[in-house]
């Protein structure tokens, strides 16, 4: 992987979280969890550039995140669509999903956080805030009974500043 400057990575938002498989990441090399995420937000927070993703309270990623200073946001081509797929079918609580599929683990440049070697781009991030999602911060109460019919559902939302930005060979 070559590293990519920060104020050189021109993504399309929509497309990068609507299209792209992403995998988010936390903990350490020897112990993490991950799981797939489809929304969240790229951009600049505070004169910092951050990505922004979510985890309900019941996933095993999300101990991994509250625990964790860091996480890596990981994209991968299609050829791994079955394999991101089962890391969000099963849980890690109790068995090592990652020996599931063809996916391997790397150090990571600048975070604790583990990267993948198949991974086309990495995102390394240094946690910076993280916030919960309440009933009281919706405006709109239709999206708010879809999205969490009960109060085990909210999630809790992850700044990350993004301190290095590594780009695959494909």
């Known amino acids: 992987m070559g590293e990519l ?27 993490c969890n991950m799981m797939p995420v489809a929304f969240g937000s790229i951009g600049s927070l505070w004169g910092k550039p951050v990505v922004q993703v979510a ?13 964790s200073d860091s996480f890596t946001l ?3 081509s299609d050829k791994y669509a079955d394999d991101i797929e089962m890391l969000g079918s099963i849980s890690g609580k109790d ?14 440049e600048l975070v604790q956080s583990p990267s993948y070697n ?6 390394e991030c240094r946690k910076i805030l993280h916030q919960d999602i309440s009933p009281e911060g919706f405006v ?8 969490y019919p009960s109060p085990e559902e909210y999630h809790r939302v992850f700044y990350g500043e993004i301190l290095a930005i590594q780009k695959g060979r494909d």
């Open 5 to 31: 400057d920060i104020s050189d990575l021109s993504v399309n938002p929509v497309e990068f979280w609507m299209s792209r498989r992403l995998l988010l990441t936390a903990g350490v090399l020897e112990d």
């Open 55 to 67: 985890a309900r309270p019941y996933r095993q990623t999300r101990i991994y995140l509250d625990e």
């Open 74 to 76: 990981s994209s991968f």
């Open 95 to 108: 068995i090592d999903k990652l020996s599931k599929t063809r996916l391997t683990l790397k150090p990571s």
């Open 118 to 123: 198949e991974a086309d781009m990495v995102i």
């Open 140 to 147: 709109d109460a239709e999206m708010f009974k879809e999205q």
